[in-house]
Nanobody, 131 residues
Framework: QVQLVESGGGSVQAGRSLRLSCAAF???????????MGWFRQAPGKEREGVAT????????YYADSVKGRFTISQDNAKNTLYLQMNSLKPEDTAMYYC?????????????????????WGQGTQVTVSS
């Protein structure tokens, strides 16, 4: 089993930046089995939305169109930590942000940002962007 713990959320004005972090805890073999990590978000009254993913072994990234060019996903595997640098934040970025991870994809990320594919989820960190 793997436990994911997010941090770094907060309240900012539009145009500012935030960096989210996600630390993975668990047995070494469990963490090493992870193929893909990413971030999802959910705003009140809206469906959960995939934001970005990264292949844990190779670093290939994928972004939702809504954040492309503004958000950057990265990782430090030595620290078992995932990051999401969010720049030029907009009010529509306001949501609970969740760190996710999945194993069993043979070194790749799932081809779609479907939340039901990811079997490890953090508790979430709130991001609020005011205009």
């Amino acid at each position: 089993q793997v436990q994911l713990v997010e941090s770094g959320g907060g309240s900012v004005q539009a145009g500012r930046s935030l960096r989210l972090s996600c630390a993975a805890f668990g047995y070494t073999y469990s963490i090493d089995s992870i193929d893909c990590m990413g971030w999802f978000r959910q705003a009140p009254g809206k469906e959960r939305e995939g934001v970005a993913t990264i292949v844990r072994g190779g670093g290939t990234t994928y972004y939702a169109d809504s954040v492309k060019g503004r958000f950057t996903i990265s990782q430090d595997n030595a620290k078992n930590t995932l990051y999401l640098q969010m720049n030029s934040l907009k009010p529509e970025d306001t949501a609970m942000y969740y760190c996710v991870a999945v194993a069993g994809w043979n070194g790749y990320c799932p081809p779609t940002l479907r939340s039901d594919v990811y079997n490890y989820w953090g508790q979430g960190t709130q991001v609020t962007v005011s205009s």
